[in-house]
């Protein structure tokens, strides 16, 4: 069975240091994987995917993911986090029907 | 282009009052994707449609919930009758499924309902 999961409800960073949000996934064949960002009170947006090629995938607002195939992982990372980055993020799966499967999503906390 | 506009933003009604939820997608997509999300349940996914037919309505949580798309440029989403289970954010979502566009959605604001 095709899933996403996030392991952490909430991640709590200080300003200006490195970020990291996990995400795990299980599939049979290679996985279409996703990042979403949810600012308060808004709908969700497209932050990067990985598809195929270069492991490392590079996003809006200075984020990237890292893809690992032997540790079915697609962690998003940041170096240095601003406040502005506090919002809840969403790792995603395309399943065999073009579909996203959604994690249940992580609250990041940016602290001045 | 003004992205996906859905109204109203803010809904409030009482319960067994029939409530509808409006949807314009980004013109030239061809999928349109209602969600519903919740504290508890997290983002669900209720129906989609591919170029105005609905494709896969399984998430629709009972007869109460219905949605259209009559042309390219317009989605409803009805409640009929309202519950206060149902008090949740709703959020219309389209894509376009060529190239490397393929699961990049494209989310409006939201409508969020309250029923009393």
């Known amino acids: 069975a095709q899933s996403v999961a996030q392991p952490e409800d909430q991640v709590n960073v200080a300003e200006g240091n490195p970020l990291t949000v996990k995400c795990t996934y299980s599939v049979s064949g290679n996985p279409y994987l996703f990042w979403y960002v949810q600012y308060p009170n808004r709908g969700l947006q497209f932050l990067l995917k990985y598809i195929t090629g270069d492991n490392l995938v590079k996003g809006s607002y200075g984020f990237e993911a890292e893809f690992n195939k032997s540790q079915t992982s697609f962690h998003l990372k940041k170096p240095s986090a601003l406040v502005s980055d506090s919002a809840l993020y969403f790792c995603?799966?395309?399943?065999?029907?073009?579909?996203?499967?959604w994690g249940a999503g992580t609250k990041l906390i940016i602290k001045p | 282009d003004a992205g996906v506009i859905q109204s109203p933003r803010h809904e409030v009604t009482e319960m067994g009052q029939e409530v509808t939820l409006r949807c314009k997608p980004i013109?030239?997509?061809?999928?349109l994707f209602w969600y519903r999300q919740t504290m508890m349940r997290g983002l669900e996914l209720l129906i989609y449609f591919n170029n105005n037919v609905p494709i896969d309505d399984s998430g629709m949580p009972e007869d109460r919930f219905s949605a259209k798309m009559p042309n390219a440029s317009f989605s409803t989403l009805k409640i009929q009758p309202s519950e206060p289970r149902d008090s949740a954010v709703y959020f219309c979502?389209?894509?376009?499924?060529?190239?490397?566009?393929?699961?990049?959605?494209?989310f409006g604001e939201g409508s969020r309902l309250t029923v009393l």
């Open positions: 979502a389209s894509s376009r499924r060529t190239g490397g566009n393929t699961g990049e959605l494209f």
């Open positions: 995603a799966l395309m399943d065999s029907n073009y579909q996203l499967i």
């Open positions: 013109s030239g997509h061809d999928y």
